[in-house]
């Protein structure tokens, strides 16, 4: 299903875009269930958007815990098509990807900034490095609706992937802290650096490896597949509507075994 070239991508930024991979039906399907709670809410009338103050923590967390009567949707699970769950499953290699039939999570953020900046903080990764040096999983990302620059889409350290595979078990945290070690990511993840949006125009390096802070845009029904040892951040979003995204992580058998436990159905 992949080419030569979505392989070499893949396993050398750890990121990897497929522009309109699910159909419309699905992602109107999907934004139709998002909407119901939003409109009983009053975040939406006729079909507009009513949004909090870009400052109104509160009402936009009242949105966001309205939005839990989404989870397990049908509707979202449908956006995981057999060719998303192929693609996985191609990334993946050889290994047997379990969890695919949970439900997808949603991703809702209300414009909430004037001013968008790459942040300094909260750069994170969802699993340990494993002592096979691959990657505990393939994490996808669906746009639910167009998402521009400084929409909200998550930020990802390309090329992270490939640190630190040392065929040990790292914790994410340690992870992190071996990153700091490199002047590039001591940079990324200090408050002090200034002028911080160059981390996307500028690539870094640890040793030979190329790096480069990438942010999720793309186009309704776009897919993103995202190996899980990629270093990822939320931002803010600066738009004027929502950042209405999927995302869905497809577990190795290494990481089920690491977590000590069978994610069931
Ligand atoms: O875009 C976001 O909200 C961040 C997603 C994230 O950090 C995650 O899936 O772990």
Redesign the pocket.
Known sequence: MLCQTDHQTFASRGLIHFPGLIPEAITEAAVKAIYKPLTRLGFRRDNTWQLPAINDDKLQRAGIVGLKDTKGSAAFRDALTPEVISIAKELAGEAVLDDIHRSP?L?F?FPNADIWEIPYS?W?L?APRLPDGKAPGI?L?VVLNNLPPGG????VVAGSHRLLNTGARISSKEVRRRLKREPYFASLLSRDSAERNQFLQQAGHVGEIELQVIE?TGNTGDVFFMDMRLL????RNCRDVP?I?L?H?FISPALVADYGKVIAD
């Open positions: 999570q991703l953020t909260i994170h969802d994490q990302f909200g889409g998550t930020l999720l990822h951040a939320p931002t950042r995204m995302t992580r």
